[in-house]
């Protein structure tokens, strides 16, 4: 249940919970990037595609050297 102190983050943790993700590729932008989200979908046997931007500098270093 969303409270007044709920944010997006929390929404998105809370509209995740009500849909059946099984099997399904969740896709979020880079507002959703967040371990706890990659979690719950992971937990749902879903796959995701989230965004990435340089404001997580240290992921997105590994990101560009995995993907180099």
Do not use: C
């Not at 979908?41 to 050297?65: F, G, M, S, W």
């Amino acid at each position: 249940m969303l409270t007044d102190k709920s944010n997006e983050i929390t929404a998105i943790l809370a509209l995740l919970e009500l849909l059946d993700l099984a099997g399904r590729i969740v896709t979020i932008d880079a507002m959703g990037t967040q371990h706890a989200i990659a979690t719950q979908i992971y937990n749902a046997k879903a796959d995701y595609i989230l965004a990435l931007k340089a404001n997580h500098p240290t992921l997105h270093r590994q990101v560009k050297t995995w993907f180099a």
